[in-house]
């Protein structure tokens, strides 16, 4: 066995065999319900309430009761944001969330500062997720081994993005059993605390009027305002995930918009029930923080102090491990919605190209491992501290929330006279947009110094890096339009043709010959290269072959897996693609043929058209055209393809002939 099958079958046993892309049925295997949904997504804000209520807990300083206010509008915005978001499901069903709606509600530019700002929350929802489900699990073990949290969350990361390079599904389902343990884990504590607590809700209102006059005497009434409402922005991590069902209605059953209106309102009412819920009971259980616990930690082991030893000891063990593996479940919204987005900008050029290509398992490789690898630098940088992660997380997510929000405020005002519900809905994202404007700047004034500042510088470098990408591929473009150019003159010529020859008897069909030596062209498309490959055969070596093969693949990407019928459109027009060729060259007294198919992996794909071809075409020489630009560099390499050079290669070792034509734009 050589080398590179050994590869193969190591990476099956890791991540799975390939998978079709043909399947009528693929897509109903790898979508998600609304259930699953739920938990592969709606995870992402429910976790939040492991750190964001707790952060903002601590932001009240020794005033608890005002925690009461703050409880109630976070839940209150939660709906608020929720609400937001379904209308953004409604009005782009196939998915896309901030980078869409900003891009095509407000301008490209726009959109791809919304996507480089959800981006680097992706990336920072592994991150605090795995570092906080960390926190939560070491907040049990003796201090002894807190030394070994960053391995532990470093290898949480790995072990996730194994999970997600095998697929969707796989990623979700085996933790599904965690996700309800957390559910009613937590649900049985808040419910219990009510219970218990139900006497005593006389003395908390009167407590809580008691510390509100203290506060206005000592604090002064703007300043019960603005600790009521930092403490407010300081949760503002418990808004996060909202947004993730919106950018994933790809992955969701059909229908696709019901499913996901389904995951929202889940997530919505399971979000606010557990952050009003474990509000109070910090404030009834006098919940105070401790170095190397978390918050929840401390409240489980309040609640079951009068409990008997060793059902107290299991039952915050239980539900600590819950947390952690929910925090780590979270972690999968990274995973999936974060290259998808990074897909969403590659088909539009403000990233490489190769971010939008699915593996053999249809799931987008390479910005998992982008995301995953980011993620791995963030926890080294960030040394798995969720204080300072949170700062970061909690600015980039809200820079997406406030641009989505304004493009859906002005796409009601614009839609004012058509729209009946207009009014309703901008109230709503008027709203929203006010809120989430709040939050950002609350938290990047007060937070600036302690790492707000740090994210804004690496969101900028982002931007500026996508805007030399998208500077380089509209350079490229403006060149291989002109090696375009030709393309308007040949499809002139056929046109002449078939008038030439509008009766068929006096039209002559090339006969198939065998031995007669054949030129086999590897074409993208009918296009500027493909045409200028073709007639570089001719001009390097005249009439020395009479039969002609053209074989074009299709890239299966994530522009075009979104259902079968779209599979179907691209396979048809490659076909069309390739009979222009061979209708062309048919006129001209050759013989040709086409060979087409679909892939994810292009270059596997023409290496199993191949053996056919050679079956049937003995004396055969394989072409492909490569781009030469005037200047090569670290971007050329970098953002454009080379699949004749890895084809080359490939047919080396099996000993077949190919030719590389450079073609200078």
């Known amino acids: 066995m050589d080398k590179e099958s050994s590869f193969k079958k190591i990476k099956e046993i890791i991540i799975g065999g390939a998978r079709d892309p043909h399947d009528k049925k693929i897509f109903h295997k790898l979508s998600l319900i609304a259930f699953l949904a739920w938990v592969g997504l709606g995870s992402d804000g429910l976790s939040s309430s492991c750190y964001g209520p707790p952060e903002a807990f601590k932001a009240l300083q020794g005033h608890p009761y005002l925690g009461l206010f703050?409880?109630?509008?976070?839940?209150?915005?939660?709906?608020?944001?929720?609400?937001?978001?379904?209308?953004?499901i409604e009005l782009f069903p196939t998915g896309g969330g901030g980078y869409l709606v900003a891009s095509k509600l407000l301008s490209p530019k726009i959109g791809m500062i919304s996507g480089s700002a959800l981006l680097i929350d992706y990336v920072l929802t592994i991150t605090i997720s795995i570092a906080s489900g960390a926190d939560a699990i070491f907040s049990f073990l003796p201090s002894k081994y807190y030394s070994y949290k960053l391995e532990f969350a470093i290898i949480g990361v790995v072990i996730l993005l194994v999970l997600n390079i095998r697929g969707i599904k796989e990623a979700v389902i085996p933790l599904v059993p965690v996700f309800l343990l957390f559910v009613f884990t937590h649900l049985f504590a808040i419910t219990y605390t009510l219970v218990t607590h139900a006497m005593q809700f006389q003395q908390v209102y009167q407590s809580t009027g008691q510390e509100l006059s203290r506060s206005f005497n000592t604090l002064g009434t703007f300043g019960v305002l603005f600790l009521v409402m930092r403490a407010y922005s300081m949760g503002a991590g418990t808004f996060t995930g909202i947004e993730a069902v919106s950018n994933g209605l790809p992955i969701l059953r059909e229908p696709r918009v019901k499913t996901a209106k389904k995951t929202m309102h889940y997530m919505a009412f399971s979000l606010s029930i557990t952050v009003v819920g474990l509000m109070i009971a910090y404030l009834l259980f006098k919940v105070q923080p401790q170095e190397g616990k978390t918050l929840n930690a401390i409240f489980f082991e309040n609640m079951t102090s009068n409990w008997g030893k060793n059902t107290a000891y299991y039952f915050v063990l239980i539900t600590l491990l819950s947390e952690a593996i929910l925090l780590f479940i979270a972690a999968q919204t990274g995973f999936l919605d974060g290259p998808r987005v990074l897909a969403n900008m590659a088909i539009d050029r403000w990233f490489p190209t190769r971010f939008a290509n699915l593996s053999d398992r249809l799931v987008t490789q390479n910005g998992i491992i982008l995301m995953g690898g980011a993620s791995l630098i963030m926890m080294l940088i960030s040394h798995g501290s969720v204080d300072f992660l949170i700062v970061l997380y909690s600015i980039n997510v809200f820079i997406t929330f406030s641009l989505s929000q304004l493009g859906m405020v002005k796409h009601w005002w614009q839609e004012r006279k058509t729209e009946k519900k207009w009014l309703r809905k901008l109230a709503i994202n008027g709203i929203g947009l006010i809120l989430t404007l709040f939050i950002l700047f609350s938290v990047l004034i007060i937070k600036f110094s302690e790492g707000g500042w740090v994210t804004i510088l690496i969101t900028a470098g982002l931007v500026s890096f996508t805007l030399v990408i998208k500077n380089h591929y509209n350079k490229t473009h403006e060149m291989v339009r002109k090696l375009d150019t030709i393309v308007d003159s040949f499809e002139a010529s056929i046109y002449n043709l078939d008038e030439n020859n509008k009766n068929p008897s006096q039209k002559v069909v090339p006969l198939y010959d065998p031995k007669a030596k054949t030129a086999a062209?590897?074409?993208?498309?009918?296009?500027?290269?493909?045409?200028?490959?073709?007639?570089?055969?001719?001009?390097?070596?005249?009439?020395?072959?009479?039969?002609?093969?053209?074989?074009?693949?299709?890239?299966?990407?994530?522009?075009?897996?979104?259902?079968?019928?779209?599979?179907?459109?691209?396979?048809?027009?490659?076909?069309?693609?390739?009979?222009?060729?061979?209708h062309y060259m048919n006129e001209h007294g050759y013989f040709a043929e086409a060979f087409t198919g679909v892939g994810t992996d292009v270059v596997e794909e023409i290496e199993s058209i191949v053996p056919k071809i050679n079956l049937k075409y003995p004396n055969i020489i394989y072409f492909g055209?490569?781009?030469?630009?005037?200047?090569?560099?670290?971007?050329?390499?970098?953002?454009?393809?080379?699949?004749?050079?890895?084809?080359?290669?490939?047919?080396?070792?099996?000993?077949?002939?190919?030719?590389?034509?450079?073609?200078?734009?």
Do not use: C
């Open 70 to 88: 703050v409880a109630l509008g976070t839940g209150i915005t939660i709906f608020i944001i929720a609400a937001s978001y379904s209308h953004i």
């Open 625 to 665: 055209g490569q781009l030469v630009f005037p200047e090569e560099s670290f971007l050329t390499h970098w953002l454009h393809n080379y699949i004749v050079f890895a084809v080359q290669k490939k047919f080396y070792r099996q000993g077949i002939p190919m030719v590389i034509l450079p073609i200078r734009i």
């Open 521 to 582: 062209v590897l074409i993208s498309g009918f296009n500027g290269l493909g045409l200028h490959t073709l007639f570089s055969i001719f001009r390097l070596f005249g009439h020395t072959y009479k039969n002609f093969i053209f074989i074009q693949v299709g890239s299966v990407d994530a522009g075009n897996f979104k259902g079968i019928q779209e599979i179907e459109n691209l396979d048809n027009y490659i076909k069309s693609d390739v009979d222009k060729y061979v």
